[in-house]
């Protein structure tokens, strides 16, 4: 499994924060 994180710059200076994980094989399904 990879995952994945960083932040980016949101409204009024705003940090967000965001993770994903992506599997090794192909995806079944998406959440959200």
Known sequence: ??????TFK???DFN?????WLPDGAPKAVLL
Request: proline share 0%; hydrophobic share 30%; charged share 20%.
């Open 1 to 6: 499994m990879k995952h994945h994180e960083s």
């Open 10 to 12: 949101g409204v009024k």
């Open 16 to 20: 967000i924060y965001w993770q994903s």
